[in-house]
């Protein structure tokens, strides 16, 4: 979308109690941040369709998901050298540069208030 000046891809499951503690930030940042062009892809690493989908919907994530179902082996995962979630990059949609990684909690408001307001 031309629209959106950052996007967080961010890698989680389901099972992940650290993803799930990180939900009410990322909910908290897209809300106020999406209107300004904030965007989240959300990766996830489930391997049971119905646990991922139930996660997306009993959660109310909002943003863009995509899941393999494979078990962990995941293409996206291994471009972006991913071995442990939750992980995160946000990366400027302008220049594809990645621009903070693993933004945990406050965080990822704070890093977005500096660069959307």
């Not at 897209?30 to 989240?40: D, H, L, R, V």
Request: aromatic share 12%; proline share 4%; net charge negative.
């Amino acid at each position: 979308d031309p629209a959106n000046k950052y996007v967080l891809i961010d890698f989680w499951a389901s099972w992940c109690s650290p993803c799930m503690g990180e939900l009410p930030f990322l909910k908290t940042a897209y809300e106020k941040f999406a209107p300004k062009g904030f965007q989240i892809i959300g990766v996830s690493l489930d391997y049971v369709r119905e646990d991922w989908l139930n996660a997306v919907r009993e959660n109310e994530m909002d943003w863009i998901h995509v899941c393999r179902l494979d078990n962990g082996d995941n293409e996206l995962a291994d471009t972006y050298d991913v071995h442990a979630i939750p992980t995160n990059y946000l990366i400027d949609c302008e220049t594809g540069i990645i621009v903070a990684k693993n933004l945990r909690g406050e965080e990822l408001a704070s890093k977005l208030a500096s660069l959307l307001n």
